[in-house]
């Protein structure tokens, strides 16, 4: 742009993930651009109540178009000054536009025109400076804010594990690996316990606080109780044995290294993460719902 706005650069990471706010850069350019034109427009035009009547009304609803494009992004990423400049901007307009409604119009001249978008574009440069934005690599992006990662079907049986699943992918979309893999663990506890209640599972303590080990010791002595009965027990046992084998796996490859701070994990490592339990929350998901 001509003015020199930099919204964000690749070379700077996120420092919370609360910090991450999505938006269209092209959004933000064109809205910037649009401002930039009228302002050049009237750098060398007389003031407003001389233009004639269609052509005033033209330029005023674009004038409050324009500004009120930047006031929305001022007001989403809590730039109060250029906010005020547009709201203030915005009420002047509104007086011109009044004479459409038979009240006389505000001689607004267009020196005070280019001065007021020009406090606007200088208050919005200023505060953005003051904001940390992140750089998200475009194969990341389908990560980001997403709802429904791990699929419908896991939502509508797992409403719990929503969020983590949710704050999972944005740790991934942010680079924020080994805080994805710790979402994706919570998800799978979740995913452990559900079976562990299927199988009516006997845990010494509330199963809200019981370890890992302890749900998956007590899971498999009620599987293994299944064994030889019937085809259809059989069957049962082997399904759900072979997801208590998965969550083993979680178990030593992430969950107690992340919880025990013994690791740190790249994005390859945490993608890798994501696909497991993903992969497991669906097969669960196709026989055990929490809801039900």
Not at 17 to 45: G, P, T, Y
Not at 56 to 61: F, G, K, Q, T, V
Not at 82 to 102: D, M, P, V
Request: some cysteine.
């Amino acid at each position: 742009m001509s003015n020199g706005i930099a919204l964000f650069s690749p070379s700077k990471r996120l420092i919370s993930l609360w910090d991450m706010i999505a938006f269209s850069e092209s959004d933000v350019f064109q809205a910037w651009a649009a401002l930039q034109f009228r302002k050049e427009l009237h750098q060398n035009s007389v003031a407003l109540a001389d233009f004639p009547k269609e052509l005033r009304e033209y330029a005023i609803n674009s004038l409050l178009r324009s500004v009120g494009h930047i006031e929305q992004y001022a007001e989403k990423w809590q730039l109060v000054e250029t906010s005020g400049r547009c709201s203030r901007f915005k009420r002047g307009l509104g007086f011109a536009a009044a004479e459409f409604q038979g009240v006389p119009i505000k001689d607004l001249v267009s020196a005070e025109i280019v001065a007021e978008i020009s406090g606007i574009q200088d208050a919005f440069q200023k505060e953005l400076k003051q904001r940390k934005f992140t750089f998200i690599p475009p194969p990341l992006v389908p990560f980001f804010e997403q709802d429904t990662l791990f699929g419908e079907k896991v939502n509508a049986a797992f409403p719990s594990a929503q969020m983590d699943i949710k704050e999972s992918g944005n740790c991934l979309a942010s680079g924020l690996p080994t805080a994805a893999i710790f979402h994706l663990m919570r998800v799978a506890e979740l995913g452990l316990r559900s079976i562990a209640k299927k199988v009516k599972a006997k845990i010494p303590v509330q199963i809200e606080f019981a370890t890992w080990g302890q749900v998956i010791e007590a899971t498999e002595k009620e599987l293994d109780k299944l064994k030889g009965k019937s085809t259809a027990k059989d069957e049962r046992r082997s399904f759900y044995s072979a997801l208590v084998l998965d969550i083993r796996a979680f178990m030593y490859l992430w969950r107690n290294p992340v919880m025990h701070t013994r690791s740190r994990y790249d994005e390859h490592q945490a993608q890798s993460a994501f696909n497991h339990v993903r992969a497991f929350m669906q097969r669960l998901a196709d026989k055990i719902s929490e809801v039900s």
